[in-house]
């Protein structure tokens, strides 16, 4: 078992270079499904764990894929397919498995795929996604842990109105939509920058999709769609990350890539803590001296505070001055990390989706499980202002979402090891 040894205290200085966003790489490589004609080449594609099953999953159904780590390019050519069901260990690893039926569904009529699995927080239904399927005209099949979804007339445009502005769902309906006759206007939909890296990749594979980033898009079926290049946007989420690690330790970083647009309630809340901001063109310095002070947080569908981002702030609340308010809208079970950081000495109590923390001067080092992909963000947040040397395990889970993490902590100058136990 691998574990991070993390020695607290160090504060982050230099510059960290922001890998491509994983929440938007993954529905792309799933759209590449979608070219019938042409390769595509995605670039700024980082090396992840979800990156490597999404692309065995497209693998699976007959894409050939490959990806060239040095220059972090993925190469999809889906122009021969051979099947439309996933193998279902591959699947039951990640939730974002899922979004392979949409591209199948409207390419080849049907799509069957076991339930999905991902991180363990909330039970993250897909009745949005199957709703979206079925007003563009498929039939759904659900049993012994299979969803079937089938269209063999093709799938026509239709309204379709979410409930809840769904990530996951949108990105699906945008895909099934794409070659879909006639038009289709999804309202309520996620407006998340990787909603719009999404709608960008498929208009340059030939889709014609407007709106996307508002809470209207319309998409007008097109006939085919062809693999093509494009470049993946940076990932908010790390650069979040880095921001807070930076005014965590007191420290100077500059985060390479960083685009201020995506990060604009991160921003606002580490400024109201007290620590400062220097927003340019490629990216954001964040330094700080002195204490941070408490500030309040509640999560909520972009534009609003990232869900994503709440694990780490809590971890940041944990010691900055006075009492803190967390509330988690978007998930009814995200506050696992709440457990582990208590056995670093943090003060945190929970009342359903409401989390209180009262900052305490030091956190002290502990031996603490990533219990998913930002709790364990967060976990490592802890671990570089605590007093001695912290373990983490379960490093499979920051390994879902963390490029090169080690390296590019050390290069900031964080006293950080991963080690085989
Ligand atoms: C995506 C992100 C994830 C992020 C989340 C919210 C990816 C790969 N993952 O996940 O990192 O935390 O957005 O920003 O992009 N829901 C339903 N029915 C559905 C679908 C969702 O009720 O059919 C609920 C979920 O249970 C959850 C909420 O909606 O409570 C948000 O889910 P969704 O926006 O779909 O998140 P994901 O796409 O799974």
């Known amino acids: ?7 607290g205290g160090a504060p982050l200085k230099g510059r960290v270079k922001i890998s491509g966003a994983k929440n938007a790489v993954l529905p792309i490589i799933a759209a590449t499904l979608l070219g019938e004609e042409k390769e595509s080449v995605l670039e700024e594609v980082p090396g992840l764990c979800d990156v490597k099953t999404i692309s065995e999953i497209i693998e699976s159904v007959g894409a050939k894929v490959r990806y ?10 889906a122009t021969n ?3 439309t069901e996933a193998p279902t260990d591959l699947v039951r690893k990640m939730r974002a498995s899922f979004l392979i039926i949409g591209p199948l569904l409207t390419r080849y009529g049907k799509a069957k795929i076991s339930l999905p699995g991902g991180c363990a927080i909330g039970t993250r239904p897909i009745d949005l996604h199957l709703k979206g399927f079925e007003a563009l005209g498929a039939k759904i099949e659900i049993g012994h842990g299979f969803i079937s979804v089938t269209a063999p007339n093709g799938l026509v445009g239709n309204r379709i109105y979410l409930d809840f502005p769904s990530v996951g769902a949108t990105e699906n309906i945008l895909m099934a939509a794409a070659t879909a006759k006639g038009e289709t206007y999804l309202e309520n939909p996620a407006e998340e920058p990787e909603i719009v890296d999404l709608a960008n990749f498929l208009n340059v594979m030939g889709a014609k999709i407007r709106g996307a980033g508002t809470n209207l898009i319309k998409i007008t079926g097109v006939e085919r769609l062809r693999g093509e290049n494009y470049t993946i946007i940076p990932d908010r989420i790390e650069a979040g990350t880095y921001m807070l690690a930076a005014a965590m330790t007191k420290g100077d970083v500059f985060i390479e890539n960083a685009i201020r647009e995506h990060l604009k309630p991160v921003i606002a809340k580490l400024k109201d803590a007290g620590a400062s901001l220097e927003e340019s063109i490629n990216g954001i310095r964040v330094y700080a001296s002195g204490d941070l002070k408490s ?14 981002m709440q694990a780490q702030f809590m971890a940041m609340l944990a010691i900055s001055k006075g009492k803190g308010q967390v509330i988690e809208t978007v998930f009814e079970n995200r506050f696992m990390h ?5 056995r670093m ?3 945190i109590t929970v009342n359903e989706r409401c989390a209180e923390v009262v900052g305490v ?3 002290k080092a502990s031996r603490v499980k990533a219990t998913d992909l930002r709790a364990g963000a967060a976990m490592v947040l802890a671990a570089l202002v605590a007093d001695g040397v912290t373990e983490i395990t379960a490093l499979h889970h920051i390994d879902r979402g963390y490029h090169n993490l ?5 290069s900031l100058g964080a006293k950080i090891k991963r080690i085989e136990e």
Request: glycine share 4%.
């Open 68 to 77: 060239n780590a040095e220059n972090e390019t993925l190469t999809v050519d």
């Open 338 to 342: 709440v457990e582990e950081l208590r």
């Open 1 to 7: 078992m691998e574990k991070l040894l993390i020695e």
């Open 361 to 363: 001067e030091k956190l």
């Open 406 to 410: 080690v390296e590019k902590l050390i």
């Open 81 to 83: 397919l051979i099947a």
């Open 345 to 347: 000495g943090a003060n």
């Open 295 to 308: 500030v309040d947080i509640k999560t909520m569908p972009y534009p609003g505070f990232p869900t994503d």
